[in-house]
C-alpha cells in the first residue's frame, strides 16, 4: 500500500511538471521530430518530407513553394524557430517574418542555394536577426499549451454563422476568433 502511494505521488508529481513546462516540452518534442525527418532524409539523399513541409508553411505564408535547392536550409531554419515559438519566446508572427525574410534573402543573395550554410551557421544567423530585432518574448505571452495543439474548435466560422452575419448585417471580428477565454 505504501508503494502504491509513493508511486502515485510520484506520476503526480510528474504529471504537474509536465503541464507546467507544456510549452517547453512541446518545443523540444517538435524539434526533436523536425531533427529526425533532416536526419531520415540527410541518409537517404532525398528532400520529399522536408519538401512537403515546407510547401504546406509557405502556403500558409502565401508564397510559393522554395526551390529544391533551398529546402535543406529552409528546414534547418523551421527547425530553430518552432521551438522558440511554441515556448512562446518568439512569437507565430515574428517567426512568419524571419522565416520570409531568409527565404528571399537566400532567392536574392543565393537562389543556388550555394554555399550551403550548416544548421549552426543558421542557428547563428537567425539568433543576429533576433537581436538585430530586439525579438524577446513578451511577459504577457504565453507558450503553445497542450489546448492549443488538439484545437477548440472556437477558431473555425461555420457557414451557417457566415449567412446568418449576411442576413443580419452583423459584423464577424476576426481579430478574437480563437483568443480563447
Known sequence: MRRLVVVLVVVAALAAAAWHWQSQLIGTGTRWWLERIAAREAASGSIAERRAVLAKLNRALLMPAPP?????????????????VATGEVSLAWAAYLYTTYEQDMLRDRPTGSPARTPAQVATELARLRDFYAIQQRPDARGVTVGDVLGTGDDV?????IEEADRTGK?????TRGAGS
Open 171 to 175: 459584423h464577424i471580428d476576426l481579430r
Open 68 to 84: 529544391d535547392a533551398l529546402v535543406p536550409e529552409l528546414f534547418a531554419v523551421v527547425e530553430d524557430v518552432s521551438a522558440r
Open 157 to 161: 466560422i461555420t457557414l451557417d454563422e
